[in-house]
């Protein structure tokens, strides 16, 4: 798997460390320049997207017919009353609609 960073990121971290010599200072123009660069750095057009586990639309409960597992679904896409047609919701996957739940909920 490949590990994406944002530009701004790696020109942050280039910039936070020290210059204690004058071929430090060059080693520091030289990779920003290559950060800076969008031809010597590959680039993806990506977008952040929200897992199903950190959306807001995601519910579990406990089942009521099996103690052992639980019923998982999306508020979003499905009708939370009529669980029969229900589809169940992989905790890693996501959608065009993921809202990021807030932090305490």
């Known amino acids: ?51 199903c586990r950190d959306c807001r639309y995601y519910r579990r409960e406990p089942s009521q017919v099996r103690p052992d597992a639980d019923v998982v679904w999306c508020d979003k896409h499905n009708d939370r009353e009529d669980r029969i047609n229900l589809a169940a919701v992989d905790d890693d996957w996501f959608c065009a609609d993921g809202e990021r ?4 909920g």
């Open 1 to 51: 798997m490949m590990a994406l960073i944002r530009r701004e990121d790696a020109l942050a971290a280039i910039d936070a460390v020290g210059a204690h010599s004058s071929s430090t200072l060059v080693v520091k123009a030289k990779c920003y320049a290559v950060v800076k660069t969008d031809s010597v750095v590959p680039t993806v057009d990506a977008v952040e997207v929200v897992r």
């Open 101 to 104: 739940r807030a932090q305490n």
